[in-house]
């Protein structure tokens, strides 16, 4: 089995779908199966509120801490990038607890696409009135 450098990008393929990690090397074997357990958790709602098939990428950095008088915590940075067919989008979410930190990004993320998409279908299913329905009074 190879090992990974650093750089390199990690990714697993179902069907189309593609998740690709960058920065897993921080992370040890727990954290990797609860970010891959939440990954796959979401990736479905994303693809659903985009109405396409698409790819994530997930970001993810361990900030140490330098502080000596606490126990040695890292805070963790997730940022979440997806491709629509129109613009790509991007959220992010720092946390000393990794899974509040991985369900916040995709939280934001939602929201940004909740709040994209349903702006535009507002103006789709907007229907004009025509001048020549204008209801009449009734003279007396």
């Given at each position: 089995m190879?090992?990974?450098?650093?750089?390199?990008?990690?990714?697993?393929?179902?069907?189309t779908?593609?998740i690709?990690?960058?920065?897993?090397?921080?992370?040890?074997d727990?954290?990797?199966?609860?970010?891959?357990?939440?990954t796959?958790?979401?990736?479905?709602?994303v693809?659903?509120?985009?109405?396409?098939?698409?790819?994530?990428?997930?970001?993810i950095?361990?900030?140490?801490?330098?502080?000596?008088?606490?126990?040695?915590q890292?805070?963790?940075?997730?940022?979440?990038?997806?491709?629509?067919?129109?613009?790509?989008f991007?959220?992010?979410?720092?946390?000393?607890n990794?899974?509040?930190?991985?369900?916040?990004?995709f939280?934001?993320?939602e929201?940004?696409?909740?709040?994209?998409?349903?702006?535009?279908?507002?103006?789709?299913?907007?229907?004009?009135?025509?001048?020549?329905?204008?209801?009449?009074?009734?003279?007396?």
């Amino acid at each position: 089995m190879e090992e990974t450098t650093p750089e390199q990008e990690i990714s697993f393929e179902e069907s189309t779908e593609i998740i690709q990690y960058v920065g897993l090397h921080e992370l040890d074997d727990k954290e990797k199966d609860i970010l891959n357990k939440l990954t796959a958790e979401y990736h479905p709602k994303v693809k659903r509120l985009l109405h396409n098939n698409t790819s994530l990428t997930v970001h993810i950095k361990k900030l140490r801490n330098n502080s000596k008088n606490e126990k040695k915590q890292h805070k963790y940075s997730i940022t979440v990038k997806t491709i629509s067919p129109t613009k790509p989008f991007r959220a992010a979410s720092n946390d000393w607890n990794l899974n509040t930190a991985i369900h916040d990004a995709f939280m934001n993320l939602e929201k940004e696409l909740e709040r994209v998409y349903r702006k535009n279908d507002i103006h789709k299913n907007h229907v004009k009135f025509s001048t020549n329905n204008k209801t009449k009074k009734k003279k007396k």
